[in-house]
């Protein structure tokens, strides 16, 4: 499996931050449908974190339509149909985005800087060869 990193000094909770982390390894192509991804105390484990902490980030990512949850079998990445975003969910992605871009700039990353990861960022996504779902 692709390597999780997580940040126990940050303020988002382990949890979110495993969900944010497999989602877009997940978005990106990292798992194919069908792959079997590390079991919750492997998982755990390697991160040290407790097991119910990655139960409940795999469970939010069933939820959301990412993995089929089986007891005794673990978690099975599925193929997730392209979604529609309605405009308020777009109207919430740019604002996120400029936040984040925001934050970045006020933590001492320099504009063009930020500017040229984002067009970066933008290119990748028009090149990927997997429908970004």
Excluded at 40 to 65: K, M, P, Q, S
Aim: no cysteine; hydrophobic share 45%; glycine share 6%.
């Amino acid at each position: 499996m692709p390597i999780l990193r997580i940040d126990l000094g940050s303020p988002t909770p382990v949890y979110r931050q495993i969900v944010d982390s497999l989602r877009a390894l997940l978005v990106n192509g990292a798992f194919a449908p069908g792959a079997r991804l590390p079991t919750v105390r492997e998982v755990a484990i390697d991160l040290g974190v407790n097991h119910n902490t990655v139960a409940e980030a795999y469970r939010l990512l069933a939820e959301e339509g990412w993995l089929d949850l089986k007891r005794y079998h673990g978690a099975t990445v599925l193929q997730r149909p392209p979604q529609q975003a309605e405009p308020a969910r777009q109207e919430d992605f740019v604002q996120r985005l400029r936040e984040l871009a925001a934050r970045a700039i006020a933590d001492g990353v320099d504009k063009e800087e930020v500017a040229q990861l984002l067009g970066a960022l933008a290119e990748d996504l028009k090149q990927s060869k997997k429908e970004i779902l």
